[in-house]
């Protein structure tokens, strides 16, 4: 399964919210997602197809894509972030932060 959901703080849309996005997709009986969910609808996303995540990690951006076992491309995402300072194992946290973004393999961005 494929989710990407909406930005979210206290419980509702804001732009200024935290993107989540996860659950795994390759190799393993895939599950349809509840797209009806608020927090699920553009400009977030939902799909249900074996996949890989690809994260590109640059000095001022993260490019975040899914990637179909057929080579075609199922999400795009770039989340924007400024000084980073790694910490303790896959942790990576950024300090002065207007949009807070956690990967489903615990890193932190902003």
């Given amino acids: 399964m494929i989710k990407r959901t909406v930005p979210i ?29 608020w927090y699920l609808q553009s400009p977030g996303m939902t799909g249900s197809d074996h996949h890989v995540m690809r994260v590109v990690f640059g000095k001022e951006k993260m490019d ?35 949009n807070l973004f956690v990967f489903n393999f615990s890193f932190w961005l902003c």
Avoid: M, W
Wanted: glycine residues 10%; proline residues 6%.
């Fill in 64 to 98: 975040y894509e899914v990637i179909l076992l057929d080579g075609k491309q199922a999400d795009h995402y770039e989340f924007f972030f400024s000084i980073v300072t790694p910490f303790s194992g896959l942790n990576i946290h950024a300090s002065n932060c207007t």
């Fill in 9 to 37: 703080r206290n419980e509702k849309k804001d732009p200024t919210g935290i993107v989540y996005v996860g659950e795994g997709g390759l190799g393993v009986p895939q599950r349809i997602p509840k797209s009806n969910r």
